[in-house]
């Protein structure tokens, strides 16, 4: 069974860029997440959908972040413009619903570095 | 206060000891309670599960909680080098939103 994927693994940008990053889910999982996983701290959540419905955007900043998953499958997180404080890990995971006895699955990360 | 609270190490531990990773938190609605295990520049990856207080073992890793206490534990023995990782305790309540602890770097020398 193929893992959750993601691209870019890196990016590098400077403060008020841009930025983009994917996530395809494992087949069949219905709810996505994107976390945020600073230096030395664990992931936090940022947004959840729930095939292609948001769940909870509580920690997003909305004013910078947005996040779309389209048809249910595949998800897009932006950042735009970046501030120096976005310098983190972003990690998408997938789990088969919202039950808590769910697995969360995790991809590699894309790290981003803000200069 | 943190809602979770975990010592972030490092931890640097002979080949074949027993290492004690600990977490404690402060809601008492969580019921489930996790370990992931988090090689460098990879994702985490789930590694025990556990469902409200007691204990659980899977091979050389046994987890431990105690809601009472609200004070979580994993525990591995005879440790490897490749065991050498960061572990993440989390937890979540009624949902299926988790809350992580900071990670444990644990490292396992020969």
């Known amino acids: 069974e193929a893992g959750v994927a993601q691209s870019p693994r890196y990016k590098i940008i400077e403060k008020r860029q841009s930025v983009a990053f994917w996530c395809n889910p494992i087949s069949g999982h219905a709810t996505l997440y994107w976390y945020q996983q600073i230096l030395g701290q664990g992931p936090k959540l940022l947004i959840q959908?729930?095939?292609?419905?948001?769940?909870?955007d509580s920690q997003l900043p909305k004013d910078r972040f947005s996040a779309e998953r389209l048809k249910g499958v595949d998800s897009t997180l932006k950042i735009q413009p970046a501030k120096l404080e976005d310098s983190a890990v972003y990690l998408c995971?997938?789990?088969?619903?919202?039950?808590?006895?769910?697995?969360?699955?995790f991809g590699p990360g894309t790290r981003l570095t803000v200069l | 206060q943190k809602e979770v609270e975990q010592d972030p190490g490092p931890l640097s531990v002979p080949e074949g000891a027993i290492v004690s990773l600990n977490c404690t938190y402060s809601?008492?609605?969580?019921?489930?309670f996790m370990w992931y295990r988090q090689y460098s520049r990879k994702g985490p990856e789930l590694l025990m599960y556990?469902?409200?207080?007691g204990n659980k073992e899977d091979g050389r890793f046994t987890a431990q909680v105690d809601k009472s206490s609200k004070y979580i534990s994993l525990f591995i023995r005879d440790s490897q080098p490749s065991d050498s990782a960061t572990y993440l305790c989390a937890m979540t309540g009624p949902t299926d939103k988790l809350i992580f602890g900071t990670g444990t770097r644990l490292q396992v020398f020969p």
């Open positions: 556990t469902y409200s207080s």
């Open positions: 959908f729930q095939n292609n419905g948001v769940v909870d």
């Open positions: 809601n008492s609605a969580f019921q489930y």
């Open positions: 995971a997938s789990s088969l619903d919202r039950s808590p006895a769910d697995t969360q699955y």
